[in-house]
């Protein structure tokens, strides 16, 4: 593939998929995964989950994901050009909504609204994690400490580095249990 048809590319993955991010980029990553890895196989699982963890580090938002994938792709070029696919289009819809929202207040379609994104949002971030979690090798064990983290979540107050503190350490745990045992 030449590098304009790599940079269209691009564009035709990141731009539909911007106007999906309800809730945030984080939405969106399973189908990120399953265009670059599944649909052009520009990433393994294995590499498509070590430049996630990578711009995850970094700071910024969490769609960094696709600035990092178009550098790998194309270069600088294709680091802009995902970086303009990503946020142009989202971007363009909120300030249009943003417009119609605040100069028709409290109509009741505004509550309908807000009400029906919010289960699409969860909705699209469990994918996203679901995603994730098969992609990785941790096997049960990853997916058992990450049900006990989102359940510790929801039932306790606990601070963001303390439950990955905690999902981690039940992962070594189990892990060790298992070689031990088997």
Known sequence: MNKDSLLLALIATFAPLSLMTIGGGVTVLAD????VVGHYHWFTDAGF???FAVSRVAPGPGTLLVTLIGWHIAGLAGALVATLAIFIPSSLLVLAVAYVWHRYPGLVWQKAVATGLAPIAAGLIIASVVSLLASARGGWIAWLAAGGVAAATFQARIGPIALLVLGASAYCLL???????G
């Open 32 to 35: 990120i995964q399953r265009a």
């Open 49 to 51: 989950l070590q430049i």
């Open 175 to 181: 892990s060790v249990a298992t070689i031990w045992l």
